[in-house]
């Protein structure tokens, strides 16, 4: 599925009600992700403590938010927005490009917690379109 511009306007729009969360939110996703996929673990056995809202998943979580960000910047080309972070996770970090739908969907059901009243069928529906588009791009150099 392809995003419409009414797609882009929307996750343009919901990005920017996520504003001062962004790290919050990135960090509660990413732990759950380690907790509810315990096999994107092994890409993390380096730190020290793994459990949700350990230091280094908070500092991944605003890594991983920042990400988010540039992709949302680059909304009209992801593939080539995001070329560098695609080969970085691709042949340096080498990490299985399932964990991107994992994180995904994380971050769908933290949005969806962290704002019941905004996150409507249609917003959730064109969040959900982009973060398919923009595992698509990060996937791009595995191909």
Same mark, same amino acid.
Request: hydrophobic share 45%; net charge positive; aromatic share 10%.
């Given at each position: ?6 797609? =882009?306007?929307?996750?343009? /729009?919901?990005?920017?009600?996520? !504003?001062?969360? @962004?790290?919050?939110?990135? /960090? ?30 908070? =500092? ?5 938010? @920042? ?12 593939? !080539? ?19 991107? =739908? ?9 949005? /969806? ?31």
């Amino acid at each position: 599925m392809s995003l419409t511009n009414k797609d =882009k306007d929307i996750v343009k /729009a919901f990005w920017a009600k996520i !504003g001062g969360k @962004a790290d919050e939110i990135g /960090a509660d996703a990413l732990g759950r992700m380690l907790m509810v996929y315990p096999q994107s673990k092994t890409y993390f056995a380096h730190w020290k403590d793994l459990s949700p809202g350990s230091a280094p998943v908070k =500092k991944h979580g605003k890594t991983v938010m @920042a990400g988010v960000g540039t992709a949302v910047a680059k909304i009209d080309d992801l593939a !080539g927005g995001l070329l560098t972070l695609s080969e970085l996770h691709a042949f340096t970090l080498r990490v299985d490009p399932a964990n991107f =739908k994992s994180l995904a969907h994380c971050f769908l059901v933290v949005l /969806a917690i962290t704002y019941p009243k905004d996150f409507t069928p249609e917003v959730h529906m064109a969040v959900d379109k982009f973060l398919a588009a923009l595992a698509r791009a990060l996937s791009e150099k595995y191909r």
